[in-house]
């Protein structure tokens, strides 16, 4: 069974700040990953989606990267700004189910 | 159209009353999802359609309904909740992830149920 687990649970810094979210998976016979954000009591927004055969994507300040070898994805968050604050998700693709890691909850200060 | 659409945003219940979720995409997916999330935890899944059959349960009570009606619809039929049935219910929709092409999954705003 696959388990997904990310570090830090929670992270807090001064705006302008360059921050790296990591992310683990047990099982590397995914399809593919997916790094998304959920502001509180929202619903949850796709913010970048690797396929397993891709090292990394970009989307303006975030970079995702991703090593099935071994078993690892980070999220690399540039000049980090307050509408940045929120929880960031990590999800690994099987063969019919998604599986989220519990998350980071980032909170970016003025 | 690139969303998934949920109704209603926010639901109050009594234990004894039937309620429905709705659940809505147009972006010709045909893999949908109900997942379940408690504060402060990741979203746990409840149900998978595929193709508008039902092809995941996670021992979900049965007091929780699943029905896909179309490809594009997909509802969460409640009956006789109890309060800690109170969570935030998100619908998803994916291509097969078995698929050839599997561009991730869409999450929509979800559905805030409280059970009183």
């Known amino acids: 069974k696959q388990e997904v687990t990310q570090i830090p649970a929670a992270l807090s810094v001064p705006e302008g700040e360059n921050l790296v979210l990591n992310c683990s998976f047990t099982?590397?016979?995914?399809?593919?990953l997916q790094w998304f954000r959920q502001d509180p009591g929202k619903g949850l927004t796709s913010l970048l989606l690797?396929?397993?055969?891709?090292r990394e994507q970009t989307s303006g300040r975030l970079n995702a990267s991703l090593d099935k070898s071994s078993g690892r994805s980070t999220l690399y968050i540039a000049a980090s700004q307050p509408g940045d604050s929120a929880t960031y998700l990590c999800?690994?693709?099987?063969?019919?189910?998604?599986?989220f890691g519990k998350g980071t909850m980032l909170l970016v200060s003025p | 159209d690139t969303e998934v659409t949920q109704t209603p945003k926010h639901l109050v219940m009594g234990m004894t009353n039937k309620k429905s979720l709705k659940c809505e995409q147009h972006?010709?997916?045909?893999?949908m999802y109900w997942y379940k999330q408690k504060a402060k935890k990741p979203p746990e899944l409840m149900f998978v359609?595929?193709?508008?059959?039902?092809?995941i349960n996670e021992s979900v009570p049965s007091r929780f309904s699943p029905e896909c009606p179309n490809s594009s619809l997909l509802n969460l039929h409640l009956h006789a909740l109890q309060p800690e049935d109170s969570a935030l219910y998100l619908c998803?929709?994916?291509?097969?992830?078995?698929?050839?092409?599997?561009?991730?999954?869409?999450f929509g705003s979800g559905t805030r149920l409280t059970v009183v």
């Open positions: 099982d590397s016979a995914i399809y593919n």
């Open positions: 972006m010709g997916h045909r893999a």
């Open positions: 690797i396929q397993s055969s891709q």
């Open positions: 998803a929709s994916s291509h097969p992830p078995w698929g050839l092409a599997n561009y991730g999954y869409t």
């Open positions: 359609y595929s193709y508008e059959k039902l092809s």
């Open positions: 999800a690994a693709t099987g063969y019919s189910t998604l599986t």
